[in-house]
């Protein structure tokens, strides 16, 4: 089997034995793979990256015939997100991204866009003070990417163009209308400017949703109901939204 080279982003890492590596990885070409760096870490002159979670970085690797674990024999760091490492706040929005990567998409599935998605948002998140916006920016875009997106353009049940105030199912993963209401007892009101605000960043690039402001009202139930979704529908809790919750109302105490 020849060596494959792509650009691959870390989303996870545990020791092997006494010097290896296994690392879960992201890649360009190849959608997410799992491989193992043999002595990287009895011999990191070998490689000329240490694989740090959310690095981004160019591998050389031999696919595996009779497992699903792939060894790479090369790997170059790109780029480290240095700057993100010493934000404990940006440390755990770019941590939950790759956790929402590892949850939704399915292994040696190739996925470009979701690939550049997560470059991209990096490379952003390291210059920008609004970190918390590009996560929930990645949120919206992943799940459209992956399959997963909520339906907005009418009412999940019926298919009926909504009229008057919906709500939003969990459960069956949209609006639904004042005539379905009863379909699901526990959906939620939701502000219009959510939806508004959804259906802008589903529809415009990166570029034009980080000069979007979102109303801090807005903001806080966007992502309440982004995470209460993506948990219901993955059927797991995301770690990295625990912490980055515990953040938050560490920082609310504080002041």
Known sequence: ???LKTDAVVIKTFDFRETSIIAT??????????????????????FASTLEPFSHNQI???????????LV?????????????????KITLASLMMELVDAVMPSEEVNQDVFNLSV?????????????????????K?????????????????????????????ELGGLICPACFKKDLRARNIFRGTIATILYIEKCDLANNLRLGINPQIKRELDSMLSAFIDFHIDKKIKSQNVLDSLKIGSLSVR
């Open 1 to 3: 089997m020849p060596p």
């Open 25 to 46: 990885l992201y890649t360009r070409d190849f959608g997410k793979i799992n491989a193992i760096l043999k002595g990287i870490r009895g011999f990191p002159e070998k």
């Open 60 to 70: 050389v690797f031999y696919k595996s015939r009779n497992s699903g674990l792939h």
């Open 73 to 89: 024999s090369q790997c170059d760091l790109h780029e480290n997100f240095t700057s993100l490492r010493s934000d404990i706040t």
């Open 120 to 140: 991209d948002c990096l490379n952003a998140m390291r210059d920008c003070v609004y970190a918390d916006k590009i996560t929930t920016i990645f949120k919206i």
């Open 142 to 170: 992943l799940l459209i990417l992956s399959g997963f997106k909520p339906h907005f353009d009418s009412c999940i049940s019926c298919d009926e163009r909504i009229i008057g105030q919906g709500k939003f199912s969990i």
